[in-house]
């Protein structure tokens, strides 16, 4: 029998060996992938996005949360957005009157993430109770205005930090935990489909942070995590990852697949929003903004999302700025964090409505703010 020592002995040489294989493949990768997209997106002639600050304005701010807003959602279809607080609340806003039309109070008010199921009658929310709670949006508020959970999904062993329903099926819902796992659910029974990572070797070596279903396929997902790494899920094979993609050097915050659901683009802590080939695993393009004078540090990328062509790549950042990235040449067209009516701390999370014409922000300062498109449609 090999002693502890000797065990652990091996497993640092085999860790060892693993790291250095994987900075040859980096390598390797990096010498047969001579450019990227906005270079031969340059090479072609392409020019940048024109933007004007009145391009893009913000023509709605809702105001009703008493706490920081971590997580906002739209519907599929109509102009409704559900928003989860500090303050232990979601609150439902018609986006076109700023009125608000359910405040649902939660029984656990550390709420990390919400989500509208693509019908428009319910809501999910998850957090720190490491729970998915489930809102019918027709039940009846009791007598001091309380709205019934109508189903509570248990099984994470740690907080749940993203919640996603899977498009066109009311009954499937995927979640992202601390425990490092995803789970498929069946919002119906209230049971666990299948578990992505957890014990399987090929999982999420810790905090999974973002998923984001590919809507063109909605078998597969992909999901962030603090491992730094992204990875590719089958919903049919939750045994293995299909892919884990590399290159980020921090806490991946947020994911999102390109809307022709062959790519996806990212957003972490090191700074930089990347785009990734779903099927070849490639990084395409990596958007790094210019140090600022201004920083103490490195903002980091929050939240993140595309326009409806792909064109554009909005993410939000810890200090406060939005930008506007054209996606085939890594340049900034726009700064939200500049204009007229910006958020005044930290954009936590931002979201384009169905149809493109809208985009939603939402921060620490406790506010929602709608930006309207007044031009540019066909390139949004």
Known sequence: MASVAELKEKHAAATASVNSLRERLRQRRETLLDTDVARYSKSQGRLPVSFNPTDLVCCRTLQGHSGKVYSLDWTPEKNWIVSASQDGRLIVWNALTSQKTHAIKLHCPWVMTCAFAPNGQSVACGGLDSACSIFNLNSQADRDGNMPVSRILTGHKGYVSSCQYVPDQETRLITSSGDQTCVLWDVTTGQR?????????????????????????????????????????????????????????????????????????????????????????????????????????????????????????????????????????????????NLQNSHDGRISCLGMSSDGSALCTGSWDKNLKIWAFSGHRKIV
């Open 193 to 337: 489909i299948s578990i992505f990572g957890g014990e399987f070797p090929s999982g999420h070596t810790a905090d999974v942070q973002s998923v984001s279903i590919n809507s063109s396929n909605t078998n597969m997902f992909v999901s962030g995590s603090c491992d730094t790494t992204v990875r590719l899920w089958d919903i049919r094979i939750a045994s293995r990852a299909v892919r884990t993609y590399h290159g980020h050097e921090g806490d991946v915050n947020s994911v999102k697949f390109f809307p022709d659901g062959h790519r996806f683009g990212t957003g972490s802590d090191d700074g930089t929003c990347r785009l990734f080939d779903m099927r070849t695993g490639h990084q395409l393009q990596v958007y790094s903004r210019v140090p600022d004078r201004n920083d103490d540090e490195l903002p980091t990328v929050t939240s993140i999302a595309f326009s409806i062509s792909g064109r554009l790549l909005f993410a939000g950042y810890s200090n406060g700025d939005c930008y506007v990235w054209d996606t085939l040449l890594a340049e900034v067209v726009l700064n939200l964090g």
